[in-house]
């Protein structure tokens, strides 16, 4: 398995094709979710994801969300490839492309509710109530760098 980070322009037509694919299948078709993914986020985004013969087993992007503040967004999160232990791995990953590409002194993402306790483990902490989006309970959560 190998872990690739690299920016949008950087993305090869086949990988950015394999992310898009598992985004689509994991949080559209798996979790029943209708929502518009190409959101013109991934242009600026740095890319960090496993892939294994060709294919995106678990992927993530990292973004800059307020640059005066240096806070930085983490989203998109998800393991195609399960019971790997590739989840935590891969946002300790992001939280290190946060901290040394973006210098990032916050970090931000907005978690599913069910995968509350997998952030947590990557240090992130609730900061909000619970809200909907695209029909699923979410909370925002934060780590201080």
Known sequence: MNLVIKSFEELTK???YEILRVRSEVFVVEQECVYQDLDGLDYDSIHVFYEEN???QACLRVFMREEKERV???GRVLTYKRGAG???ELLLKGIEVAKTHFQA???YLEAQV???GFYEKGGF???SDEFMEDGIPHVCMELKC
């Open 86 to 88: 590739l989840g935590l």
């Open 14 to 16: 086949r990988e950015l």
């Open 114 to 116: 069910y995968a509350i």
């Open 72 to 74: 930085v967004q983490i």
């Open 54 to 56: 060709g294919k995106v």
């Open 105 to 107: 002194k916050k970090l």
């Open 125 to 127: 902490q609730v900061v």
